[in-house]
């Protein structure tokens, strides 16, 4: 059965292993969307640990066949996507407030078609919706219109989306990005439901601790 867990800093070398198994985007680091294209930062793998340490929220969610990690997906408010935010294609419509994106997925070769991916979208809507976001965005690919190898395919698949509920908002070009939006209104009151019963308090507070312990850990915990 596939688990979804946040990433934080104990989970650092189960999305280091992924990572490194994302064959052309293994140099990535899921901070390709997260760069500012003017003023470009610094080595990806430690701006990506920097972030997990310092982030107020999990910046994604590993997925788990057992006890190994088969999946991720990246997710968080949109305003911290500086690259999406100002492309062409995946530019968002009506702004970032209170919007959130899920622009990367990663699953290993063995696991694909599985319903990994669908399994970490659901986590993504979840997360958001826990935050308060108004809605959940994406940027799949159209496979109808362009083919793409799977080291292309990494922002998803519209299909996927559209039978989560999300709907197509943007198609900017012919071939390009879609932008998807889930409203998540009806999800936030259903969380609120799950979390105010004492097994879904008991479970948050162990999902939250070890994110804590990581925040708390200071410069220590940045050494790559």
């Not at 294209?37 to 066949?65: C, K, M, N, T, W």
């Not at 968002?92 to 997925?105: D, L």
């Not at 519209?158 to 932008?179: D, I, N, S, Y």
Request: hydrophobic share 40%; aromatic share 6%.
């Amino acid at each position: 059965m596939i688990r979804t867990r946040p990433l934080v800093g104990t989970r650092w070398d189960d999305f280091a292993l992924l990572c490194r198994s994302m064959g052309p985007n293994r140099s990535c680091w899921c901070m390709w969307w997260r760069d500012d294209p003017v003023s470009p930062s610094g080595r990806a793998q430690a701006r990506a640990r920097e972030l997990v340490a310092r982030s107020d929220h999990p910046i994604g969610f590993l997925a788990y066949d057992g006890a190994a990690p088969v999946g991720w997906v990246s997710v968080s408010p949109r305003a911290e996507f500086p690259r999406a935010n100002r492309r062409r294609d995946t530019a968002p419509v009506g702004g970032t407030s209170g919007v959130w994106i899920a622009p990367c997925f990663f699953v290993l070769p063995d696991h694909r078609g599985s319903g990994v991916a669908r399994e970490l979208l659901g986590a993504a809507v979840r997360a958001a919706a826990s935050a308060g976001a108004r809605a959940l965005e994406g940027i799949p690919g159209d496979p109808a219109t362009k083919a793409r190898s799977p080291s292309a395919s990494y922002t998803g698949s519209l299909p996927m989306f559209l039978a989560a509920g999300f709907e197509e908002v943007a198609r900017r070009t012919p071939k390009g990005l879609v932008v998807v939006r889930l409203e998540l209104a009806g999800h936030v009151r259903a969380v609120r439901r799950r979390s105010a019963s004492p097994r879904a308090a008991a479970r948050a507070s162990r999902i939250a601790r070890p994110h804590r312990a990581t925040l708390a850990a200071g410069p220590r915990s940045l050494i790559v």
